[in-house]
């Protein structure tokens, strides 16, 4: 599996790709790009210790979405690397159809809450102001809706009474850390079935 790392943040589940493919548990798979929309996004630096070079490029003005010329310049960019899976990890923008079309049920994220509760920004914060006991995070395929894709997998983490944004945030990080590599070793394999909306594993 090529995979394309896209992110516009610190790049922690980047680096946790990174170190599953460098340590046997996600074989073959190779990062092929990683890019940014942010020009001094920390994920930009993630992939030097493995060989692999961030590239910043313009996504346009809209902040919230990738479309237009800037979706245009992620296409080229992404068939340049012979990409054939897109990895989003903290990309803050929403997909559209241009981009969708050119990689159908290719491209993946990672959302901090168990979908389909709390899409949207700041799950973990929307998770504990509703104040649910249990949240998590999901690793899904992007559709046009926000947060609505197929899901690949989630992880459940408990709230604790004490808990702010941040440290709920955290633990749900490391949970990500775990589950992001692990739901791409299932695609990469190849047996993986969609049925409905269910990815169903077929022997
Ligand atoms: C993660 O919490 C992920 O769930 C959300 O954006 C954050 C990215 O964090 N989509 P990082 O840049 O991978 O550290």
Request: aromatic content about 6%.
């Amino acid at each position: 599996m090529n995979i394309a790392i896209l992110g516009s943040g610190k790049g922690s589940n980047a680096e946790a790709i990174f170190a599953a493919i460098a340590d046997g548990t996600l074989p073959a798979t190779k990062v092929v790009a990683l890019l940014s929309d942010v020009p001094d996004a920390g994920i930009l630096q993630r992939g030097i210790r493995y060989g692999v070079t961030g590239t910043y490029i313009d996504a346009g003005p809209f902040r919230t979405k990738l479309d237009g010329p800037g979706e245009q310049r992620y296409l080229d960019a992404l068939r340049a690397a012979d990409a054939d899976t897109i990895v989003l990890a903290g990309f803050m923008r929403i997909i559209k159809a241009g981009m969708l079309a050119a990689f159908p049920n290719r491209i993946v994220n990672i959302h901090p809450s168990l979908l389909p509760a709390f899409p949207g920004l700041n799950a973990w914060r929307q998770a504990l102001d509703y104040g649910v006991r249990i949240t998590g995070c999901t690793v899904h395929l992007v559709d046009a809706g926000t947060d609505t894709g197929p899901i690949l997998d989630q992880m459940a983490v408990r709230v604790h009474d004490d808990d702010t944004a941040e440290s709920l945030h955290a633990r749900i990080q490391e949970c990500e850390h775990t589950i992001y590599p692990a739901a791409l070793q299932r695609l990469a394999s190849g047996r993986l079935r969609l049925t409905g909306r269910r990815m169903i594993a077929v022997v």
